[in-house]
Nanobody
Framework: QVQFVESGGGWVQPGGSLRLSCLAS????????MRWYRQAPGKERELIAS?????????SYVDSVKGRFTITRDNAKNTVYLQMNSLKPEDSAVYYC????????WGPGTQVTVSS
């Protein structure tokens, strides 16, 4: 069974940093592109960052996080990370990871709150 467990969220002041982790299981992790998403209250879930698989490594970001967020992966640990710097209040959301093609089995997410 495919599973994702996100962690690392919390409260941070504007300009601060957080590092999110997502432990994946139930599939061959290294063979899948991995993605981070976020969902703010009243909004749809949004894809914000992708990192390619072991064959085609690449990274991509939505414009709103470019230059501030960095996605990385550790295939030995089945874990994908999201380093978030220069956080803004509009980054507040529940953050999720998933693979591509997307699994229907979403994890619980991790809450990020950016406020003063």
């Amino acid at each position: 069974q495919v599973q994702f467990v996100e962690s690392g969220g919390g409260w941070v002041q504007p300009g601060g940093s957080l590092r999110l982790s997502c432990l994946a299981s139930g599939f061959t992790f290294s063979r899948y592109t991995m993605r981070w998403y976020r969902q703010a209250p009243g909004k749809e879930r949004e894809l914000i960052a992708s990192v390619g698989d072991v064959v085609i490594p690449y990274t991509s970001y939505v414009d709103s996080v470019k230059g501030r967020f960095t996605i990385t992966r550790d295939n030995a640990k089945n874990t994908v990370y999201l380093q978030m710097n220069s956080l803004k209040p509009e980054d507040s959301a529940v953050y999720y990871c998933n693979r591509a093609p997307e699994s229907d089995d979403w994890g619980p997410g991790t809450q990020v709150t950016v406020s003063s």
